[in-house]
């Protein structure tokens, strides 16, 4: 039996290092269209300004995205490193994905970010903004494998578990990509890394209006994030994941959990605004609710009930009993040969397989299992309420916070007014809460699907590596460190080129060239 | 799925090596250029050249090994994991490692401080010497065999450490990667630099394509010694893919087994040795291009001499003989390896003549007069 402390710290090691990771990919994303769009300004107008926008904010892009791929390279590592049992059981089904993500999108990108950064005097105008175009189409293909990869995670349709192999295996390709959880998935992470991307635009160019440098410069940046930007952040609330929590059980479970929904009320259910949930009791305290607006949002129906978290607990009763069935036949297939009643019995039961394998914390051998561990299993394949009630209503408080400065940047920039002390201060202040919106996103996300890495398959303390602890403390320590050490020189970097600003660019005509008349 | 199961598993062990050998050709200089760059680069103007000759190739060039990660995920789950898990310390270093790269190239010369550069030039060493030292290292381990088995439940327990994989003959592999990246590393330098670095790397190509053959000669006589393995039992080439169904010998010299099987394929690490000497001579009468194309198939036979002599293993297990992975049953399932095949055959032909444009844009030496004039956009 793999040890309680191995998996608890190879789950730390995973949320810190797709944590941090996730510090880097959102910029990506957002700003190599941000700097296609200005680029291609730039080729349409012919006017130098524009490509100095786009080889400025590049050199910031550049900065980032060094320590992107720096931290990607951990991410492809890990699942085998860390996760060896799921890599096994789940390879056939979630390797595919990672595989042609590198084929069709990581060579793209990796291979024209060279001839972005030095393809300048080398390519005539055009080929040089198709290659930022590929750049960008390159990053964004990319998160889109990642979460169809993802998205089976949490919802995993189109695969069968085989017991002759012992593993999850591929039965329907179109529906891997086509899982509704992954599309969701894909078009809000993007659009959050366009809102974030926007938002760091916005906020260093607010930052040089308010200086009254480069003003030409800032507020052309400031027009494109405030536009970009909006449309954005529009499409990550009103597009957001509310409609892939109807797929899975255990999506539902996520949506109750982040609700605080513990019984299924008659439909529409109200929305919890806030309040003191408890898990134990199951009942929130001084919850302040809004009537049908849960029902309408979660359901987008008024007569659909949500399920509430009791109701699942005593249907998950019934499937850890049923996975007991099923893990029973499946030890006679594994070792008597794969007779074809014995087959047929376990096809009916193995849709629940994984809640029998949710036993193996209680008892080894599953089989065994007292009416007590098999409450006790059924509890646990609930997810925790409180942390996912609180982060949601952050990521969610962040996001309507974006929406209002964008909005009101977008309309003072169309109406040519966007020197207003106010909005300039907004625009710098809201900076951190796109990336605070990613971080509590990934973790309602990840932390709304335990106790399983895939959804009601495999339970994550099965999925860990046979390591030991002193393994996991000194990975974790090394990570920790090294990944500590970057940040502190990424962020010097990128605040001594935020400040330098198009200064940087040696042209000759930015705020410090012509102040002082000599470059930095 | 127009081809049968055994066909795509054959298939896919071909597209495994097509990209370690892509990486080896591409990433290989990168790493052997990152090595040379403290010692062939005298001062800064000259380091730059050496460190600019890579800017804006390397990142693609890096990609073929994450993808040959991603690749052996999705088509070889199982050796994917017992891989990844039991060398774990020595993945873990090589990541270290790599991590340095991206940035070291990014951040070294955005500022001027000359303590800053050299720290990165350090830093980009690193980089190109501790995986290139591991990756010979876990190959030579994986010709010695690995210690770990699966249980009922196909859970993987490795019974090694990682001092254990230090051992001599693996130590003997990492001399040969190092040795033949360095060399292969200097031709790169070869064909993009002039002057001064240029010289220096005339002079050291010979130097490492001799210890290179050394070594490999030397490990190819060790082989014929070692612990060999072989299936014992039955093969089932399309049953699904379960490990522990089958039997599994080993003996002394086994791995010669397929080479005196089929004699025609000891023209393989025949023509390692003939082509070390061909970039040697190409390097010295100043080919380098050719040079390149030699060292590359240097490379390739090198690597296929190792995989033709494991073939059909993986990854053998040394201390459960029945859990080692072979081709015809540890791959994924015949679906996922057929979806894989159509979007390989689409993509690799795509991404050779994406890169290849990329390297034709780019052609031309570097200079330090280049560097001079662009000293605020170059690396």
Same mark, same amino acid.
């Given at each position: ?5 191995v ?7 995973f ?5 941090y990771?996730?510090l ?11 700097l296609?769009?200005?680029e291609? *300004? ?5 006017k130098?300004?524009?490509?100095d926008?786009t080889?400025?904010?590049?050199k ?16 492809e590592?890990e699942?085998?490193?860390n ?6 059981y789940?390879? /056939? ?9 590198g084929?069709?999108?990581f060579f ?6 060279g ?5 300048? /005097? ?10 930022t175009?590929l ?14 990869a ?8 189109g ?5 002759? *192999? ?7 390709f179109?529906?891997l990509l086509?899982?509704?959880a ?6 809000h992470?993007v659009?959050?890394g ?16 308010l200086?009254?440098? /480069? ?12 536009g ?11 597009l957001? /994941? ?5 797929d ?7 949506l109750?959990?982040i609700e605080?929904?513990?019984h ?7 929305f ?6 408890d ?10 609710q ?15 009930p ?7 607990l ?5 499937r850890v ?5 099923a893990?029973?036949?499946l ?5 008597g040969?794969?007779?074809? *009643? ?12 994984g ?5 193996k914390?209680?008892?080894e ?11 006790l299993a059924a509890?646990y394949?609930l997810?925790?309420?409180v942390?996912?009630?609180w982060?949601f ?7 309507f916070?974006?929406?209002g ?6 309309i003072a920039?169309s109406?040519?007014k966007c020197?207003?002390a106010?909005?300039?201060r ?18 309602v996300?990840?932390f ?14 099965l ?5 030991t ?9 090394g990570y920790i ?8 020189i990424?962020?010097f970097?990128m605040?001594k ?11 000759g005509?930015?705020?410090?060239e ?5 470059a930095p | ?5 055994e ?9 495994l ?15 052997g ?9 005298k001062?800064?103007?000259?380091r730059?050249?050496?460190i ?9 060039n ?21 891989a990844?898990?039991g060398?774990?310390?020595a993945l873990l270093?090589t990541l ?9 190239f ?6 001027p401080s000359?303590r800053?550069?050299?720290?990165w030039?350090?830093?980009?060493f ?7 030292l591991?990756?010979?290292?876990a ?5 010695v ?5 699966f ?9 090694g450490s990682f001092?254990?994989?230090?051992n001599?003959?693996a130590?003997?592999?990492g001399l ?6 360095l060399m292969?590393g200097?031709?790169y330098?070869q064909?993009?630099?002039?002057d001064?670095?240029?010289q220096?790397?005339k ?5 490492f394509?001799?210890?290179?053959l050394?070594a490999?000669?030397?490990a190819?006589?060790w ?8 299936i ?5 080439p399309?049953a ?10 080993q003996?002394p010299?086994l ?8 004699p ?13 000497i061909?970039?040697?001579?190409l ?5 380098p291009?050719l040079?390149?194309i030699?060292s590359s ?6 690597i296929?001499t190792?995989g ?18 072979t081709v015809?049953?540890a ?5 996922t390896?057929?979806i894989?095949f ?10 050779i ?13 570097i ?5 001079k004039a662009?000293d605020?956009t170059?690396?």
């Open positions: 039996m793999i040890s309680e402390s998996v608890e710290l190879s789950r730390w090691q949320a810190a290092t797709s944590l990771h996730f880097f990919v959102p910029v990506t994303l957002g700003l190599t269209f941000l296609a769009i200005m291609s *300004t730039y080729v349409m107008t012919g130098e300004i524009y490509k926008m080889q400025f904010w590049g910031l892009f550049g900065i980032n995205f060094a320590l992107g791929v720096t931290t990607g390279l951990t991410m590592f699942f085998g490193m996760w060896s049992y799921f890599s096994q789940v390879g /056939d089904v979630f390797g595919a994905p990672l595989a042609i993500e084929l069709m999108a793209l990108e990796s291979t024209f970010v001839l972005f950064f030095f393809g300048w /005097d080398k390519l005539s105008r055009g080929q040089h903004l198709a290659v175009w750049v960008a189409l390159g990053s964004n293909l990319s998160a889109l494998w990642i979460l169809v993802n998205g089976w995670m949490q919802n995993p349709v695969a069968e578990f085989n017991p002759e *192999t012992m593993r999850m295996e591929i039965t329907s179109a529906q086509f899982n509704p992954a599309q969701v998935k894909f078009v992470t659009a959050a366009y809102a974030t991307a926007s938002a760091f635009v916005l906020g260093i160019s607010a930052y040089y209006i200086k009254g440098r /480069d003003t030409a410069f800032a507020r052309r940046s400031y027009t494109i994030a405030a970009f930007g909006l449309a954005a952040t529009l499409s990550v609330i009103v957001g /994941d509310e409609s892939g929590y109807t899975g059980e255990v999506q539902k479970a996520k109750a959990a605080a929904e513990w299924t009320e008659p439909a529409p259910a109200s919890t605004v806030i309040g003191l949930p898990q134990d009791k199951m009942e929130t305290r001084y919850a302040v809004i009537p049908w607006v849960l029902g309408l949002i979660g359901t987008r129906s008024a007569d659909t949500i399920t509430g978290l009791v109701d699942i005593e249907k998950n009763r019934g009993r049923n996975g007991m069935k893990y029973a036949l030890q006679i297939l594994r070792t040969g794969m007779d074809a *009643t014995t087959l047929a019995e376990f096809n009916r039961y193995k849709q629940d397989l809640y029998g394998l949710l036993l914390r209680y008892t051998t599953v089989l065994d299992a007292t009416d007590e561990q098999i409450e509890k394949s997810p925790r309420v942390p996912l009630f982060t209503r952050v990521m969610v408080l962040c996001g916070i974006m929406l400065v964008f909005f009101y940047a977008f920039s109406v040519r020197r207003q106010l909005l300039l907004l625009s710098v202040a809201i900076m951190p809460l796109p990336w605070i919106a990613c971080e509590t996103g990934w973790f996300a990840e709304g699907r335990q106790p399983w890495t895939i959804a009601e398959i495999l339970p994550t303390f999925s860990a590596s046979s390591l602890e002193l393994d996991m403390y000194l990975s974790l320590a460190g090294l990944y500590t050490l970057f940040l502190v990424e962020l970097l605040l080129f935020i400040k330098l600003g198009p200064s940087s660019l040696h042209k005509r930015y705020h410090f012509i102040a002082e008349g000599v | 799925m127009i081809f049968d199961y066909t795509l598993r054959l298939i896919w062990w071909l597209f090596g097509v990209l370690l050998i892509g990486f080896a050709i591409m990433g290989g200089f990168d790493l250029v990152a090595m040379l760059l403290p010692f062939l680069g001062n800064d103007s000259e730059r050249v050496i600019n000759s890579i800017r804006a190739t390397w990142e693609g890096h990609v073929w090994f994450v993808t040959a990660g991603g690749a052996l995920f999705a088509a070889w789950p199982p050796a994917y994991a017992v990844f898990s060398f774990y310390f270093l270290f490692a790599l991590f340095l790269r991206p940035i070291g990014d951040y070294r010369s955005k500022l000359q800053w550069r050299s720290n030039d350090n830093a980009l690193v980089g190109g010497f501790v995986p290139a591991i990756f010979g290292v190959f030579g381990n994986l010709l065999g690995v210690p770990f088995h249980d009922n439940d196909m859970r993987i327990f490795y019974e001092w254990g994989l230090l001599p003959f130590l003997l592999a040969v990667s190092l040795s033949m990246l292969h200097a031709v330098l064909v993009k630099t002039d001064v670095i240029y220096r790397c002079t050291i190509v010979p130097i394509a001799g210890i290179t050394l490999f000669g030397l190819g006589i082989v014929a010694n070692l612990n060999g393995y072989h014992s039992s039955v093969i089932q399309n699904a893919s379960n490990p522990l169904l089958k039997q599994v010998t003996a010299g791995w010669l087994d397929n080479y005196q099987q089929r025609l394929l000891w023209l393989i690490p025949g023509l390692a040795f003939i082509a070390g061909v970039t040697s001579v390097s010295k009468n100043d080919r291009g040079a390149f030699s198939l240097m490379l390739s036979s090198i296929l190792a033709c002599a494991m073939f059909p293993f993986l990854i053998p297990s040394s201390s459960a003989l029945s859990s080692s992975l015809w049953d791959s994924a399932s015949h679906k390896l057929s894989i159509w979007v390989t055959v689409i993509f690799l032909p795509l991404i003549i994406y890169t290849s444009w990329v390297f034709r844009v780019l052609r031309g030496k200079t330090v007069a280049h560097i662009n605020h170059a690396y």
